[in-house]
DNA sequence: AAATACGTCAACCGCGATCTT
DNA sequence: AAAGATCGCGGTTGACGTATT
């Protein structure tokens, strides 16, 4: 047999606390403890509650520590970083918050800092569609230069598509094996596909948790002859400067713009589209991502087994 | 000034996991 | 082993305050 019932659901109050209840919920936790049986302690203190109530105010408002309200931008950042990698699960995040509640979280979250994002999200949203025209042209271009230079198309067509399934024969290159480009997915798209459309990189977190270029420092042993011109158009931030061995280096390399107020907005993309641009493997790039915008406490959540359904994503191949 | 819309957040609800009998 | 209580969590609700019409 089980338990006898937790309490008499007809007699418990319900609704808003009053001063005296916090009082002597307080008092008597901070003396004897919860005694590890929340359903007892109503009874103990001789209040008309709910063990369960009874929990939820001591761990959201009595306990000792706790902050309400204004939140940092490093707790956005923490939290936006966090929602990211692991949705919402709230108490983990949380618990990387010192004196946040997890109901605190979710409320800060639903009712401000999602909406925050999403304002971005939609300026982003006009700013690409804005250049989707550019683009085609751009990557008619690029594709032709890329056959021109050391890539081998497998299919040996003319005129290939993007689609193409393609592999480079230059040693130096940082592409392991064929790929499909057209297929890589945003690793994000699973957590939440809303906020991170399948054909999008950069999370729009990027945007709000930091004006980092995820590629700052990044250097990216580019196969193409200089072009700097071709990679503005495509919003490419990138620094250029000729190495020994005759080829053009790009450094940076994000997808980036400058707004009219002169901080750094970091705009969508694909993984398709930079690894295809400068020509690296998006392999290394999703880990070279994950190595500067996430702490290794939250690379290694984003790679549950349990999280894409699979058992690691730090290849992108698992994640298609 | 009144009515309505909107934003916030404390508290409740229900569910899955775990524990106790 | 099984039944049912308890815990902990995330989603949702509704009261309340503020802004707008």
Not at 59 to 73: A, M, V
Not at 240 to 247: A, I, R, S
């Given at each position: 047999m089980g338990r006898a019932p937790c309490c008499d659901k007809a007699n418990v109050k319900k609704g808003p606390w009053s001063p005296e209840?916090?009082?002597?919920?307080?008092?008597?936790?901070?003396?004897?403890?919860?005694?590890?049986?929340?359903?007892?302690?109503?009874?103990?203190?001789?209040l008309k509650r709910c063990g369960k109530?009874?929990?939820?105010?001591?761990?959201?408002?009595?306990?000792?520590?706790?902050?309400?309200?204004?939140?940092?931008?490093?707790?956005?950042?923490?939290?936006?970083?966090?929602?990211?990698?692991?949705?919402?699960?709230?108490?983990?995040?949380?618990?990387?918050?010192?004196?946040?509640?997890d109901n605190d979280i979710k409320n800060y979250w639903n009712t401000r800092l999602k909406k925050k994002l999403l304002g971005k999200q939609r300026k982003q949203q006009e700013a690409q569609a804005h250049k989707a025209n550019n683009n085609t042209m751009i990557k008619q271009e690029l594709t032709e230069r890329h056959t021109d230079n050391n890539l081998v198309l497998m299919n040996q067509t003319a005129n290939p598509p993007l689609s193409t399934l393609y592999?480079?024969?230059?040693?130096?290159?940082?592409?392991?094996?064929?790929?499909?480009?057209?297929?890589?997915?945003?690793?994000?798209?699973?957590?939440?596909?809303?906020?991170?459309?399948?054909?999008?990189?950069?999370?729009?977190?990027?945007?709000?948790?930091?004006s980092k270029n995820v590629f700052e420092g990044f250097q990216v042993q580019n196969l193409l002859p200089s072009n700097n011109d071709l990679m503005s158009q495509m919003g490419c931030n990138v620094n250029?400067?000729?190495?020994?061995?005759?080829?053009q280096s790009y450094s940076g390399g994000g997808v980036m713009e400058s707004s009219s107020t002169g901080t750094t907005?970091?705009?969508?993309?694909?993984?398709?589209?930079?690894?295809?641009?400068?020509?690296?493997?998006?392999?290394?790039?999703?880990?070279?991502?994950?190595?500067?915008?996430?702490?290794?406490?939250?690379?290694?959540?984003?790679?549950?087994?349990?999280?894409?359904g699979c058992n690691n994503i730090s290849s992108v191949h698992d994640m298609v």
């Open positions: 209840e916090d009082s002597k919920l307080k008092a008597y936790i901070e003396q004897n403890g919860t005694g590890g049986n929340w359903i007892a302690l109503p009874q103990r203190i001789g109530s009874c929990r939820l105010r001591w761990l959201n408002y009595l306990r000792p520590n706790i902050k309400h309200g204004g939140f940092s931008e490093e707790e956005d950042n923490i939290i936006c970083s966090l929602y990211v990698s692991i949705g919402s699960r709230w108490s983990i995040i949380a618990a990387q918050l010192p004196g946040r509640t592999q480079t024969t230059c040693a130096s290159s940082s592409i392991q094996e064929p790929y499909d480009v057209n297929n890589l997915r945003n690793p994000l798209y699973e957590c939440d596909p809303f906020f991170f459309p399948q054909d999008q990189l950069f999370p729009v977190i990027n945007d709000c948790s930091t250029t400067t000729l190495q020994k061995d005759g080829f907005s970091t705009e969508s993309s694909s993984w398709a589209d930079l690894s295809f641009f400068l020509n690296y493997s998006p392999d290394n790039m999703v880990s070279k991502y994950q190595e500067i915008m996430m702490p290794q406490e939250y690379v290694n959540a984003f790679q549950e087994p349990s999280f894409f």
